[in-house]
């Protein structure tokens, strides 16, 4: 689906065009054309091809989707693969975008996600002066657009986080649904992480050294993208850390109270243990036992249990067992 066709020229924008006319303006050398599709068939792909002469290897990985974050080059051609995320229920809808760069043409293909990418074009159609480095500013706008909706989705694992640390340490908290929460904020980082992780190897291509030529001009752009997916990257790695200790936290606070019930359990055994020892001896019924015949043997045999059995449980509680 068609989302947007307009051709820029000195870093304004000129007017929007249908899809047929596309290869004449591509071959002007003072103007570029961005393309904006969502969801595109393979009919949409294969015009987009013939028009803007696309490398046949990244429409292909277009087509078939579910693509690692990347970036390649086509000869003075690039194609960058971005994960997009959305939350829902259990995690994430992972979408992606597919994002091919010419010298005078840059055509975006999002799938399976409903974020629109309009704010960076009236972003960047509000600055003319840096829309007048080409595409490879809009590529950069594109990717800085990705990253900065990475940043809310930390502040929701980090939040969800601390509500999970905290009922652990909650009196009568559930170990099991704490394990629960935990793996699933577990899974939501590592999803993150595949996201941003390629992506920020992708982008450090970007600038410094041997730099595309589209992007050579944007250099410092991308800088500051990679510096937001360094720190990105730092707080999942944090936040992984910080999952697995809690994790182990968690079971070892179950270690700790299963231990104290065996302990009261085991209190409890030796206190009756005690009772059905002199219970045993005075039911063994041999003949020839003297104190039988005392007449205040019963008395004294549950007075001795129960005084007995007294000084077990105030020993027990002494040691904290009760």
């Known amino acids: 689906m068609l989302i947007n066709c307009a051709v820029y020229q000195h870093g304004s924008k000129l007017r929007?065009?249908?899809?047929?006319?596309?290869?004449?303006?591509?071959?002007?050398?003072?103007?570029?054309?961005?393309?904006?599709?969502?969801?595109?068939?393979?009919?949409?792909?294969?015009?987009?091809?013939?028009?803007?002469?696309l490398p046949a290897l990244a429409v292909e990985d277009a087509q078939h989707g579910h693509q690692r974050p990347k970036l390649e080059e086509y000869g003075d051609a690039l194609f960058a693969v971005m994960h997009l995320l959305e939350p829902?229920?259990?995690?994430?809808?992972?979408?992606?975008?597919?994002?091919?760069?010419?010298?005078?043409?840059?055509?975006?293909?999002?799938?399976?996600?409903?974020?629109?990418?309009?704010?960076?074009?009236?972003?960047?159609?509000?600055?003319?002066?840096?829309?007048?480095?080409?595409?490879?500013?809009?590529?950069?706008?594109?990717?800085?657009?990705?990253?900065?909706?990475?940043?809310?989705?930390?502040?929701?694992?980090?939040?969800?986080?601390?509500?999970?640390e905290e009922g652990i340490f909650a009196q009568g908290g559930q170990a099991r649904d704490n394990i629960e929460r935990l793996y699933a904020i577990k899974r939501r980082v590592m999803t993150l992480k595949h996201a941003v992780a390629p992506l920020m190897e992708a982008a450090g291509k970007l600038y410094g050294g041997r730099v595309p030529r589209?992007?050579?001009?944007?250099?410092?752009?991308?800088?500051?993208?990679?510096?937001?997916?360094?720190?990105?990257?730092?707080?999942?790695?944090?936040?992984?850390?910080?999952?697995?200790?809690?994790?182990?936290?968690?079971?070892?606070?179950?270690?700790?109270?299963?231990?104290?019930?065996?302990?009261?359990l085991a209190a409890w055994a030796g206190i009756f243990a005690t009772a059905t020892a002199f219970a045993g001896i005075w039911g063994m019924n041999f003949k020839h036992m003297p104190e039988l015949d005392w007449?205040?043997?019963?008395?004294?045999?549950?007075?001795?249990?129960?005084?007995?059995c007294g000084l077990l449980y105030y020993r027990f509680k002494r040691a904290g067992w009760l």
Not at 234 to 243: F, I, N, P, Y
Request: net charge negative; proline share 2%; charged share 25%.
């Open 16 to 53: 929007d065009i249908p899809v047929e006319d596309i290869s004449d303006y591509v071959a002007r050398a003072d103007c570029f054309v961005w393309v904006a599709l969502r969801d595109a068939t393979h009919e949409e792909l294969a015009l987009m091809q013939e028009e803007f002469d």
């Open 88 to 164: 829902c229920e259990g995690g994430y809808d992972l979408g992606e975008v597919n994002v091919f760069v010419g010298s005078n043409y840059i055509l975006s293909v999002r799938n399976r996600n409903q974020q629109a990418f309009l704010g960076v074009r009236a972003r960047c159609e509000k600055e003319p002066r840096l829309l007048q480095l080409g595409a490879g500013f809009v590529l950069y706008a594109l990717m800085d657009a990705v990253v900065d909706r990475y940043f809310p989705l930390i502040d929701s694992l980090e939040t969800d986080l601390e509500t999970v």
């Open 214 to 264: 589209i992007c050579l001009s944007s250099q410092d752009y991308f800088r500051d993208v990679h510096d937001h997916l360094i720190r990105i990257n730092s707080a999942l790695d944090t936040l992984r850390d910080t999952v697995t200790t809690a994790i182990q936290v968690n079971l070892s606070l179950v270690t700790i109270e299963e231990g104290e019930v065996a302990k009261r």
């Open 295 to 308: 007449t205040w043997s019963y008395p004294a045999a549950l007075g001795l249990i129960a005084g007995t």
